[in-house]
């Protein structure tokens, strides 16, 4: 079992990192000027800009 890939605000963030903000499908859905933020491990993911958005690691969302 892997690590989950997408984090809802509130969430913990699980490794140090930059985070940016993805929609529901975001292999289909490119958002224009993402929120992007750098968490240390166990910072709280902060709300996104809108309710159907998620939070990624950065590297991941670039590749989908």
Known sequence: MGEKTEYEPGDKAPNNG???E???ASFHQEIQNPQIIE???GD???ETTN???KWKK???????
Request: aromatic share 10%.
């Open 18 to 20: 930059l985070y940016m």
């Open 39 to 41: 968490l240390k491990r």
């Open 51 to 53: 309710k159907d958005r």
């Open 22 to 24: 993805v929609g529901e």
């Open 44 to 46: 709280t993911f902060p």
């Open 58 to 64: 950065k590297h991941h969302a670039m590749v989908h």
